[in-house]
């Protein structure tokens, strides 16, 4: 099972998504199951910086809750031991060796970020030209924007000025701007 968890605008509130899709209460971002059946989801988010997936390990959790009556402790050991032994998911104990995890989207194969057109499909709108954050990357971040892939070295953000143009601000520039402050 998987949820979404959106942080954008001061508290978290967790949603779950159908096949169609669903936006979360504060609308900063849509998700939609891609094939519920192999757990695959895709996500649109105004600002994937403030997103996670829950991921809860069916392994576990169906038992622990459709099993009936209320499980003992034993019974839970049981249930994470069969959800952590699953290679090749994050789940195993190879990997996070727990039933729940919280990661940032396009983290596992499963869960993916919307191409533009997916974005335009779920807002009904371009979505906004920043590329993700890399202020703590030496290496240059790919990013498309209107269309175009461009190569950021290590840009921290990019913004539109009043005649549509880029501005990059490299991380340095940021932490200039903040000590003027």
């Known amino acids: 099972m998987k949820a979404i968890i959106c ?3 001061g508290d978290m509130h967790i949603h779950s998504f159908t096949t169609e899709w669903t936006p979360c209460a504060c609308g900063n971002v849509k998700a939609k199951w891609v094939d519920p059946m192999s757990g695959t989801v895709l996500v649109a988010a105004k ?3 403030k ?4 991921g809860l390990n069916n392994h576990y959790l169906i038992p622990a809750t459709l099993g009936g009556g209320d499980p003992t402790w034993q019974a839970f050991r ?3 031991d069969l959800a952590v032994n699953a290679p090749g998911y994050i789940f195993d ?4 060796s727990c039933w729940a995890v919280v990661i940032s989207v396009g983290r596992s194969n499963d869960v993916r970020r919307a191409t533009p057109e997916e974005y335009k499909e779920a807002f009904g709108q371009d979505e906004p ?3 993700p954050l890399s202020a703590n990357s030496t290496k240059s971040v790919a990013h498309t924007c209107h269309g175009k892939l461009r190569e950021y070295p290590a840009v921290v953000c990019s913004m539109h000025t009043a005649d549509d143009d880029f501005h990059e601000l490299t991380f340095h520039e940021v932490c200039e701007m903040a ?3």
Do not use: G, N, S, T
Not at 51 to 54: D, E, K, M, S
Not at 93 to 96: G, L
């Open 7 to 9: 942080f954008a605008h």
């Open 51 to 54: 997103v996670r997936i829950l």
């Open 129 to 131: 030209c920043v590329p």
């Open 93 to 96: 104990k190879e990997k996070a």
């Open 78 to 80: 049981q249930f994470h």
């Open 47 to 49: 600002d994937y910086e």
């Open 179 to 181: 000590r003027a402050r």
